[in-house]
């Protein structure tokens, strides 16, 4: 079955501060790519970051980044200077290369920047 | 064109009713898909189109369930005999099909409550 766990239902920063969030997943297939989604309050679904698993390469789009884990399947991500507009529901999810249609998708974690 | 566009945001009906969602995906990408999302959850897939054609159906998709994509353009998706379990927020998203499966596009949703 292919699944992603996203361990941590709520979690909450100080502005300006460090947060990383966990994932991960599972699927027998060796090519497939992860993503992680946030989802503001009321609106709408926007790609934060993703990952190529062919990749060995951590991706990184400015103040996030992932730590990839290819063999413990495991893909977390990782907020710096976090700011209160990171407030958002967050999903991790990933997509087969070989089945190139639908994602899969985490629970999501609730994360709330304090000020 | 600045994205996938839902209509409408809210609706509330009465169990047993019908009702259709409309969705307007951004204009150059083929390919489409529904998503369901109830309160405290991950996304669902629901359905996908290539052009006008419907290429899989989840489970989750009873008979009650139709969707549509008459001109390979926007898409509708019908529910008939509404039931409680059916109050979630529709989510749309698009993309092209070339290029692997990166650039999904999201609407920002219809939520239904069924009362």
């Known amino acids: 079955a292919q699944t992603v766990t996203q361990s941590q239902p709520e979690m909450s920063v100080q502005e300006a501060e460090t947060v990383t969030l966990s994932c991960t997943y599972d699927t027998s297939e060796s090519n497939y790519y992860l993503f992680w989604y946030k989802q503001p309050p009321s609106r709408q679904m926007i790609l934060v970051i993703r990952?190529?698993?062919?990749k060995q390469q951590n991706a990184t789009e400015n103040r996030f980044s992932v730590n990839f884990q290819k063999a413990a399947k495991s893909f977390s991500l990782k907020i710096s200077d976090s700011q209160l507009g990171d407030t958002a529901m967050y999903f991790c999810?990933?997509?087969?290369?070989?089945?190139?249609?639908?994602?899969?998708w985490g629970l999501g974690t609730s994360l709330a920047v304090n000020p | 064109d600045t994205g996938v566009s839902q209509d409408p945001r809210h609706k509330i009906t009465k169990r047993g009713q019908n009702v259709t969602f409309r969705c307007d995906p951004i204009s150059e990408h083929n390919r489409l898909y529904w998503y369901r999302q109830t309160l405290g959850q991950g996304p669902e897939f629901l359905t996908y189109?290539?052009?006008?054609?419907?290429?899989?159906k989840s489970r989750l998709l009873s008979d009650r369930f139709s969707a549509e994509r008459p001109k390979g353009s926007f898409s509708t998706l019908e529910i008939q005999r509404t039931e409680q379990g059916d109050s979630a927020m529709y989510l749309c998203?698009?993309?092209?099909?070339?290029?692997?499966?990166?650039?999904?596009?999201f609407g920002s949703g219809t939520r239904l409550t069924v009362v």
């Open positions: 189109f290539q052009n006008e054609a419907q290429l899989e």
């Open positions: 990952q190529e698993a062919y």
């Open positions: 999810a990933f997509i087969n290369a070989g089945n190139n249609r639908k994602l899969i």
């Open positions: 998203a698009s993309r092209k099909e070339a290029g692997g499966p990166y650039g999904y596009t």
